[in-house]
């Protein structure tokens, strides 16, 4: 298939909250004619390609009002701010009466691969090629379902009708992810190499990158949840991440330029020469293309930064905005952004550059430029979203066409990952530092982090752990990296989740200290609301109660009443 040869989007199943839950209804199962079919590799590369168009990494190709999930993702966090709140994040989701994303076709069509795929008649190392793919795939499923459900079935071969297993109680989260884990060991076994595998497929580095994000995950959820089983899954993460590093085969894009070296990772129409990308998806004219740049240039998501994520970036002499003397304050945006790690300006637009050249600033709530060809989205924080963006007048034209390339796994998570793994492990040091979130700090042109002066800020007044369940300076400065580095990458609800930190989206989502001079025309307590301090506050009316977070409850999703009512042996998630 043409589309296959420029795609990898291997799993966007999983990088982004925002794929559809509904996204493999239908496989080729449906079409096949089991006497007609598993006779050779082609008919094998058949069946798997289906897996890889399964989601879209950057959305839009079709109606208007797409969005990316890669962009929208980190709405259900304290991230991002819409002008509508995510349900979500503000804990007003319900128990669903059918779907919630509780969906057997994607393992179903994985199974009947696996059961099948042996009588084709190939070599071994053929047929396990495209197993490995498959494996890899069905471990991102039921890695999406552990994370929204915990204990869920584990299913080994399809199914029909019939099948006693559609009626049995669900697994345990142990029981699963142990599966997801000897899949993926299987997988890394025989998969080949980068340079052996054909381009933009699932290839070992690939599986390694995904078994160390699980990994991660799981050891995380099982230390901060009390759950047995974590330091195995950290050291697990700790030696898959680490293999990436010690085979050499990725490297930090560093061009020696710190204002845009971040960003071109992000706007970039073709990635397949960068060095940092481990997988990617390639978006050609006329084969397959995104609506990304559009969206971003005229603020189409009505979504702005929250003020939280913008604290998080330090200052250029490396210390917290609480610790450092660069700090210029917030008395306005455009003093706020200055002298802190060059990150933050090429993931929020700064005042009057970009898409703001001409405007007097962010097109907030009330504002009469908010309709203009320069910037057609509300931004209800005024810290406008600039990652993703390219100057590019073409690419904005090609409107859903757009070729802009979404990466989907790059050697800087795997670095954060090997990081935190650490950490959490007790030995992380400074060598450990300087091969993994330094590599990071150096890019970005940021002080290097030095484990000796973030241990001394734990006796410091004016420092502050940003997270409630550690007492780690470490810790809080290695998730900050993280936080920053994937910011607007779908990753901080999940992270939130992980570190038992939920109860952060109780915090209120505010903007940029508000200016009257900037915006003579906007109306305080009728196009907007300000705090008692003057940042503009979006939820003040439609979330005057704030967001809540059950922890009793929340860390898992519910399942829909219509699968209680099928198999009487499941059991609701406590609390729903």
Request: charged share 25%.
């Amino acid at each position: 298939m043409k589309f296959v040869k420029y795609t990898c989007c291997l799993f966007l199943l999983i990088i982004l909250a925002g794929c559809n839950d509904e996204f493999m209804d239908r496989f080729p199962t449906d079409s096949i004619v089991e006497e007609n079919f598993w006779n050779n590799e082609n008919e094998l590369k058949q069946y798997v390609n289906s897996f890889y168009q399964s989601c879209d990494a950057f959305a839009g190709h079709g109606t208007a009002h797409e969005m990316s999930p890669m962009l929208t993702g980190d709405y259900q966090s304290d991230n991002l701010v819409p002008v509508n709140y995510n349900v979500v994040a503000a804990g007003e989701h319900v128990v669903p009466p059918t779907g919630g994303g509780w969906n057997w076709d994607f393992i179903r069509g994985c199974n009947y691969f696996l059961t099948r795929y042996d009588r084709a008649a190939i070599s071994q190392e053929q047929k396990d090629r495209y197993a490995g793919e498959v494996r890899v795939f069905k471990a991102l499923e039921y890695f999406k379902l552990v994370k929204r459900f915990g204990d869920v079935p584990w299913l080994s071969k399809d199914l029909s009708v019939d099948s006693e297993e559609l009626y049995a109680p669900r697994d345990s989260r142990i029981l699963v992810m142990d599966s997801v884990l000897r899949d993926l060991d299987w997988a890394i076994e025989r998969l080949p190499g980068k340079d052996q595998a054909e381009p933009n497929r699932i290839n070992r580095d690939v599986a390694l990158a995904v078994k160390a994000r699980i990994c991660l995950h799981e050891g995380t959820f099982r230390k901060y949840h009390g759950i047995e089983g974590s330091e195995k899954f950290l050291k697990e993460a700790l030696n898959s991440s680490g293999t990436l590093m010690q085979d050499g085969n990725y490297q930090i894009h560093d061009q020696n330029n710190a204002a845009t070296d971040y960003s071109e990772l992000f706007s970039s129409l073709d990635l397949s020469a960068n060095r940092e990308i481990i997988l990617y998806r390639k978006y050609e004219t006329d084969l397959l293309g995104n609506r990304t740049v559009q969206f971003v240039q005229d603020n189409a998501m009505n979504a702005g930064v929250s003020k939280s994520l913008v604290e998080s970036y330090l200052c250029e002499d490396g210390l917290p905005v609480s610790l450092s003397p660069a700090y210029l304050g917030d008395e306005d945006i455009d003093n706020e952004l200055l002298n802190r790690d060059p990150r933050l300006t090429q993931t929020v637009v700064y005042p009057r550059t970009a898409m703001q050249e001409g405007l007097p600033g962010p097109a907030i709530p009330g504002t009469d430029f908010g309709g203009s060809s320069l910037s057609a989205g509300i931004c209800p924080t005024g810290y406008q979203i600039l990652k993703y963006w390219v100057d590019d007048i073409e690419e904005y034209l090609r409107i859903q066409n757009g070729i802009l390339d979404a990466p989907l796994f790059r050697y800087a998570e795997v670095l954060l990952i090997h990081a935190e793994a650490a950490a959490e492990l007790g030995i992380c040091d400074q060598s450990l530092l300087d091969r993994t979130i330094n590599l990071l700090r150096d890019r970005a042109g940021m002080p290097p982090m030095l484990l000796a002066t973030v241990e001394s800020w734990e006796g410091n007044a004016n420092y502050q752990l940003d997270y409630q369940n550690i007492s780690s300076a470490l810790i809080n400065e290695i998730r900050r990296e993280r936080r920053v580095e994937l910011a607007i990458e779908g990753f901080r609800y999940d992270d939130l989740m992980r570190w038992r930190e939920g109860k952060l989206l109780e915090n209120r989502l505010l903007g940029m200290k508000f200016v009257q001079s900037v915006y003579p025309e906007v109306v305080v307590g009728q196009d907007l609301f300000l705090t008692e301090e003057g940042y503009i506050w979006p939820y003040a009316k439609s979330l005057s109660s704030g967001r809540k977070f059950d922890e009793n409850k929340h860390y898992y999703f519910p399942l829909p009443t219509e699968e209680l009512v099928l198999n009487p042996n499941l059991e609701q998630n406590p609390n729903w």
